[in-house]
């Protein structure tokens, strides 16, 4: 697996192998260019008041979350959408499709600051490249955090290896606190292996083009037990506005 470097470089790996791995220091650098990061702090900070997801069908309590939805098309106008539910089909998410889940939202210091504008400027910047005929986008973004504890593991991807059911996905890592593993496998189609990694350091990311893979993470235990143990991430997905009444529940 080659590690891109730039944006160019991305591109090129994404096109080439449907997912790429960005270091953290390139990564911040590369958003920067897209946009101020000020209020990074804060933003980073906003994790630590999501809200226990309610739906987890194995029963766990491991996870927390919050949920935004945009639009963004062609003429450059990035817009908040009103709050609404995630879903997906069971067709991508046995464990929890078909069912419309209501996240609490994004606040909007969180989810109108610099920082997330930066992130999904420069998203809408790569995966425009790679699909220049989209005219609008559909942009969900979630705000994960997986605890683990004393004997309890964090499942970052309770599912196991899926797909999202959308275009292209980002998940860059904004903090983790005393947790071993929660590494990120990507396997083709088929099922065969395409490489793996492990988000360890503030703005590493990963970019997938979910067409064409599909990708997991391994559960997250506490190093120390008796200390907060946690993996937070961001996760953004762009789907084509033309195709995202797809991802809708019927009314």
Same mark, same amino acid.
């Given at each position: 697996?080659?590690?891109?470097?730039?944006?160019?470089?991305?591109?090129?790996?994404?096109?080439?192998?449907?997912?790429?791995?960005?270091?953290?220091?390139?990564?911040?650098?590369?958003?920067?260019?897209?946009?101020?990061?000020?209020?990074?702090?804060?933003?980073?900070?906003?994790?630590?008041?999501?809200?226990?997801?309610?739906?987890?069908?194995?029963?766990?309590?491991?996870?927390?979350?919050?949920?935004?939805?945009?639009?963004?098309?062609?003429?450059?106008?990035?817009?908040?959408?009103?709050?609404?539910?995630?879903?997906?089909?069971?067709?991508?998410?046995?464990?929890?499709?078909?069912?419309?889940?209501?996240?609490?939202?994004?606040?909007?210091?969180?989810?109108?600051? %610099?920082?997330?504008? /930066?992130?999904?400027? =420069?998203?809408?910047? #790569?995966?425009?490249?790679?699909?220049? !005929?989209?005219?609008?986008?559909?942009?969900?973004?979630?705000?994960?955090?997986?605890?683990?504890?004393?004997?309890?593991?964090?499942?970052?991807?309770?599912?196991?290896?899926?797909?999202?059911?959308?275009?292209?996905?980002?998940?860059?890592?904004?903090?983790?606190?005393?947790?071993?593993?929660?590494?990120?496998?990507?396997?083709?189609?088929?099922?065969?292996?395409?490489?793996?990694?492990?988000?360890?350091?503030?703005?590493?990311?990963?970019?997938?083009?979910?067409?064409?893979?599909?990708?997991?993470?391994?559960?997250?235990? %506490?190093?120390?037990? /008796?200390?907060?143990? =946690?993996?937070?991430? #961001?996760?953004?997905?762009?789907?084509? !506005?033309?195709?995202?009444?797809?991802?809708?529940?019927?009314?």
């Amino acid at each position: 697996m080659r590690i891109a470097h730039t944006h160019a470089s991305l591109r090129e790996a994404v096109t080439r192998e449907g997912f790429t791995f960005v270091h953290g220091d390139v990564m911040r650098g590369l958003l920067a260019a897209s946009g101020p990061l000020s209020d990074w702090d804060a933003f980073a900070e906003s994790w630590n008041d999501l809200e226990l997801d309610r739906y987890m069908a194995d029963g766990g309590r491991y996870r927390r979350r919050r949920h935004a939805v945009y639009e963004w098309r062609r003429e450059g106008v990035l817009c908040r959408k009103p709050h609404q539910p995630h879903y997906q089909s069971l067709d991508y998410n046995p464990m929890h499709g078909g069912l419309a889940r209501w996240f609490e939202p994004i606040s909007p210091a969180a989810g109108d600051g %610099a920082s997330m504008r /930066a992130i999904l400027s =420069f998203s809408k910047s #790569l995966f425009g490249s790679l699909s220049p !005929a989209t005219s609008a986008w559909h942009i969900e973004t979630h705000q994960f955090r997986i605890e683990a504890g004393p004997g309890a593991q964090g499942r970052p991807t309770p599912e196991g290896m899926h797909r999202d059911g959308v275009d292209y996905v980002l998940v860059l890592l904004v903090h983790r606190r005393n947790i071993s593993s929660g590494t990120t496998a990507i396997h083709a189609l088929d099922g065969r292996s395409l490489g793996h990694f492990t988000l360890t350091h503030p703005f590493d990311a990963a970019f997938v083009d979910d067409k064409r893979v599909a990708h997991g993470v391994t559960p997250v235990d %506490a190093i120390d037990p /008796a200390s907060p143990a =946690f993996r937070d991430v #961001l996760v953004v997905t762009f789907v084509s !506005a033309a195709t995202d009444t797809a991802l809708q529940p019927a009314d």
